[in-house]
Structures are given as C-alpha cells and as structure tokens.
C-alpha cells in the first residue's frame, strides 16, 4: 500500500466513524445523551429483545411482526447490557459508519477523494432527517446494505471488465446472502432487489444471454438459503415453525394494515417526506441532466426507486421511517451536485483543510435541525414512564400490560419483563389478539394495566385507577392512566 493511499484510507475511517459518532450522539435517542428512547417501535423490540434472552420464543411466547434478525439484534443487545440502550447506539453507530464507507466508495466511481467533504454534510442530511425518528429503525439498519448493493452493482458496470456469471459468482451469491437478511428483517424492504434483478434481467436478456439469467437466479437463491439457515435452526429447534408461518408470514400478508387515510393524503404524505430536503431534489434533477451515469446506471437506479416506492406505498403508509431506504438512492443522486462544487476547488486542492470544520459543524447543525434534541437533559421525573415506575415497583412481584397502547419503554423504565405474550398495540388486527388481551384484563392476569388516552370499560370493571399523567411525546400530548387490580 502506497502511502497515498494509505492517507485516503486514513481520512476514510476518521470521516465515517467520527460523523457518524457524532451524528448519532446528538440526534439518536439511544444515545448517553438520553436518558431513554421512548419509541414505540425500539422500546418494544428491545423488551422482546430482553425476553428472548430470558427463555422466551419469539413468535410462540412473545409477540412481534419484526424479522427475526432484527430481533436477535436486540437480543444481543440486551445480553450485553439490558438497563441501557447503549448496545443499540453502538450498533447504529457502526452501521451508519459503514453506509458512509460504501457511499463514498460510490461516489469515487465517479468523483475524485475531494467529495469525501460531503460526506459528513451528506450524514447530517440523514441522520436529521423526519424519515430517521427516534433511531434505531429496521430502515436504518438496511441502509448499509442496500448503499453495498448499489456500490456492487455499478462497480460491476463500470469496473469490472469480466462481466460473466462465472467471473462473478461471489457477487451474485453475496448480494442473495445479503437479500436473505433482509428478508429475515423486514421482508417488505426485499422491493429494492427486485428493482436490482429486473436491471440485471434486463441488462443480461439484452445480450441474448438468457443463460446468465438462469445461472445468476440460481446462485442467488443459495445466497438467501444461506441466510436463512441461523432463523430456520431457531424456529425448528423451538419447535415453533408454525409460529413463524403464521406471525411471519400469515399475519404480515393479510392482516397487517399501516396507519392511512385515504389515497390522497397518503400520496401527498408520501411527496412531502420523500424529499425531505431540498438538496435531494436539486440534486436528483442534476444527476439526471449531467452524463455522469450511463444509460445502464440510471435504468439500475430508477427500477430500486421505483422498488422502494412500491414498498412505501402498498406495504407501509404513513409510517415516515420507512423513508429511510431511499437514502441509498439519493447518495447517487448526489454525484451531480458535487460534480458541480468539486470543480469550483482547484485539482490540486487538499480536503484536508476543510474535513474536520465540515464534520463539526454537520454535527452541531443537525443538533440544531434534529427533532429529537429537546429531549436531552431531560430528567426522570419528565417521563410518565419513570412516573409509573416508581408506582409499580413498590409492589413485591409487578406485572404489567400496555393495554391496545403503543410500549414505549414502560418494560424497561420499570426493570420488569412481561408475563403475556402480546404486550403492546400492534398494526395486525386479528381476533387472535383483541381476544387474548381482553382475556388478560377479564382475569386479571397482570397486576398493573397502562392505557392511553382511554378508559375502556373492561379497564375500569376490573382495576382502579391509580395514576394520570399528561407526557408530550414529539408535538402530540397525551393522557396516560395506570390501573391496578382491584
């Protein structure tokens, strides 16, 4: 390695770890900046989380629609330390570290090493984002993944000059491997690699070489079963392989139904979040107009656009995290954009001088623009969730249930694991579920009941109110109420 190069890689790492670091710190809720991440969505994968690591099953004791990588994630990080979410901002903060490797790796295909100077302002464009929440999103895990795709796919386009099936098996296999995990996370977000396989079908079947086709479907497939060996070994080994079809794979097709209102408000919805900031669609309109893609590039990229556009639409509504997947896509819309700003620098000009201040002041701007950054400083006695813990674990041995509310980390403010196995409000409306919950209130299976913003009657036949509070969570205030059994 030359020393040239081994100075790029250097200023590499520092750019990607330390934005990302950063980054993160200030906008993720996961972070030690935060006292917790109140978070439908993370809350309740890290209390299923620290139940699989206390014996229970996922899918057979405890109930979640997540992938089952995604839940081990959480697992693991429970394992580690499960009084903290510090396991999780380290993992968001190697995984956003190596999205930015692989955008860079992008961009140079096409740019010189001086647009790595965009890339801390290209992170903070993300990570402050409305699409990025609270942190800790299965989106934002996807992200490097998806970002190594398109960077394997267009290397294979303008790179590689071997561009056959059998000078390329890794890649074909890699990218099923990496189709597989996806799949074991979120399913629904697999809509980008159909984009990838239509271009690649197209591209082959352009050739005449339908052969090649064939034999990349194949290498393909061993890929995904090869990711799928660790989840098919879990469920078969707890016996609970009819779980899994029928939480995985039933539930998901045909009960799942995302918060909507209507075509309209969801496409206006859709627009308006899509394109979160402005930069994205000059940037786009840019790219489009400038010949820094070939014919075959932008095809490649429109068909995973237009994946994940279909994803976002038909398979989840209104929920602006999901906007996330596009991040990969507009780091390519990019390349036009700075095309124009790396040439006002001269050729001889030394990032160097400008790298740290730009990585700096991302930071404190997106500090500045992120949501999320009122809730740092806050203290125990600001969170209905500590309220109601206080309360509950002056009790010897509480249970608790969320009742037809979002679990947002009153499992992990109180310590205590739960007794039942649906646990908090989920987007699948099934008998199956209100059934069992109302059982659980009828006799009185749990100790303490949370409700939120009602006062069901069941609720009120069988506990008395103990404990009201007012929390605001983002801009919406809501009414919580703790029960008790009477």
């Not at 969170?383 to 309360?391: C, P």
């Not at 987007?427 to 069992?436: G, S, Y």
Request: overall charge neutral; charged content about 20%.
């Amino acid at each position: 390695m030359n020393k040239e190069s081994f100075r790029m890689r250097l200023w590499l790492a520092i750019t990607c770890i330390f934005s990302s670091f950063g980054l993160l710190l200030v906008c993720s809720r996961n972070s030690f900046l935060y006292l917790m991440n109140d978070w439908g969505d993370p809350a309740t994968l890290f209390t299923v989380g620290r139940s699989m690591i206390h014996g229970k099953v996922l899918y057979r004791d405890i109930y979640e629609h997540k992938g089952f990588y995604y839940c081990a994630m959480h697992a693991l990080a429970a394992a580690i330390n499960e009084k903290s979410y510090i396991v999780i901002f380290v993992m968001e903060v190697i995984a956003f570290a190596v999205f930015l490797y692989f955008v860079y790796k992008t961009w140079r295909l096409f740019l010189d090493e001086k647009c790595i100077m965009a890339l801390p302002i290209f992170g903070a464009l993300v990570i402050s984002s409305l699409s990025f929440c609270q942190g800790d999103s299965v989106e934002e895990f996807c992200m490097p993944i998806l970002m190594y795709s398109i960077y394997e796919l267009f290397k294979f386009l303008r790179v590689k000059e071997d561009k056959s099936v059998k000078g390329n098996i890794s890649l074909w296999i890699i990218q099923g491997v990496l189709t597989g995990i996806i799949f074991w996370m979120k399913y629904a977000l697999c809509a980008f690699y159909i984009g990838w396989c239509i271009f690649i079908a197209i591209y082959f079947f352009k050739k005449k070489d339908i052969k090649s086709i064939i034999e990349i479907a194949l290498l393909w497939l061993v890929g995904m079963i090869v990711a799928s060996v660790p989840a098919i070994i879990y469920f078969a080994s707890n016996n609970a392989l009819s779980d899994l079809w029928h939480v995985y794979g039933y539930n998901l097709i045909f009960a799942y139904k995302p918060n909507a209102k209507g075509n309209m408000n969801l496409l206006l919805f859709v627009f308006l979040s899509l394109f979160i900031n402005i930069l994205f669609i000059i940037a786009g309109v840019i790219t489009s107009m400038t010949d820094k893609l070939d014919a075959n590039e932008k095809l490649a990229i429109r068909l995973m656009f237009l994946g994940n556009v279909i994803y976002t639409l038909f398979f989840a509504w209104k929920e602006k995290y999901v906007l996330l997947c596009f991040m990969p896509i507009f780091a390519v819309w990019f390349i036009g954009l700075m095309y124009l700003i790396i040439n006002i620098f001269p050729e001889d000009f030394k990032f160097e001088k400008l790298l740290i201040p730009i990585m700096l002041v991302s930071v404190v701007v997106s500090g500045i623009v992120c949501i999320n950054t009122d809730k740092i400083g806050d203290k125990k006695e600001d969170y209905v969730q500590y309220e109601f813990a206080e309360i509950i674990n002056k009790e010897k041995n509480p249970s608790l249930l969320v009742y037809r509310g979002q679990e947002c980390g009153f499992y992990f403010a109180t310590g205590l694991l739960p007794t039942t196995k649906y646990i908090t409000f989920y987007n699948i409306h099934l008998p199956e579920i209100d059934d069992e919950m109302d059982r659980y209130i009828k006799d009185k299976e749990v100790e303490f009941v949370i409700t939120i913003e009602k006062e069901p009657e069941n609720v009120k036949k069988n506990y008395e109110l103990v404990a009201t509070k007012d929390y605001k969570f983002l801009s919406e205030t809501q009414k919580y109420y703790l029960w008790k059994a009477k």
